[in-house]
């Protein structure tokens, strides 16, 4: 258990479908950020937040939309995604800056596009 | 642009052989270097960690030095067992800032047979 919780676990999902993943931190971190985690890939950075405020969107397209209304909280809004899309999403947080510090990760949500 | 890359697996071993997964890295100035282990199922979690050059990070029985020189952070085990079966990632972040991304390999598999 690494204090990072992300729900759902498995989402099954078509590809006009609308659905949110969420992600919960209880270790008081400013910092979060959402990965994505293909098989064969090596995990891709999608979006940072620290302190609320986005600093950084990986190129990643539209059809994904992230939402941090305060620090302990990070969605990701999913919306007309495609089958090339299925992968692990994967959460984390990292405490403020001064410190050598890393990323602590949630479980991920196994996401499956049909 | 900084990038890490790690030996390709699987690596299979026998019960209480020593493992090497090798890991250099790219990066301007002086990273902070992670070694992260997920186990089947689950999110990344932090195996070890190295700040400085020379730095050992130990835990578990698994040790990787920062070695600037050859700008590498190989990680070792003496003497593996099952339950060490899993995805090593290594890792680097390239500054101290709150919401920097780790930039990531691609993972290593490790199977340990009894």
């Known amino acids: 258990e690494t204090g990072v919780t992300q729900t759902p676990r498995h989402l099954v999902m078509g590809m006009t479908n609308k659905k949110s993943l969420k992600c919960e931190q209880h270790?008081?971190?400013?910092?979060m950020y959402w990965y994505k985690q293909s098989a064969k890939k090596p995990l891709e950075l999608m979006f940072v937040?620290?302190?609320?405020?986005?600093?950084e969107n990986n190129s990643v397209p539209s059809r994904f939309s992230p939402e941090c209304p305060n620090s302990s909280h990070l969605f990701l809004h999913l919306h007309t995604l495609q089958p090339e899309d299925s992968a692990l999403y994967l959460c984390?947080?990292?405490?403020?800056?001064?410190?050598?510090?890393?990323?602590?990760f949630g479980p991920g949500t196994r996401l499956t596009v049909l | 642009g900084d990038s890490v890359t790690q030996m390709e697996g699987p690596v299979t071993l026998s019960e209480e052989a020593f493992l090497t997964i090798n890991c250099t890295y790219t990066?301007?100035?002086?990273?902070?270097l992670f070694w992260y282990v997920q186990y089947p199922g689950e999110g990344l979690q932090l195996l070890l960690k190295a700040t400085k050059a020379d730095d050992k990070g130990s835990n578990k029985g698994f040790e990787a030095t920062y070695r600037k020189e050859t700008t590498s952070f190989h990680l070792e085990k003496g003497s593996v067992q099952v339950s060490d079966s899993a995805v090593y990632f290594c890792?680097?972040?390239?500054?101290?800032?709150?919401?920097?991304?780790?930039?990531f390999g691609k993972g290593t598999t490790l199977s340990v047979s009894s």
């Open positions: 270790l008081g971190h400013n910092a």
């Open positions: 990066a301007t100035g002086y990273p902070s």
């Open positions: 984390a947080s990292s405490p403020g800056s001064g410190s050598y510090n890393e990323q602590f």
């Open positions: 937040y620290n302190f609320k405020e986005q600093t």
């Open positions: 890792a680097i972040k390239r500054d101290n800032q709150a919401g920097t991304a780790l930039i």
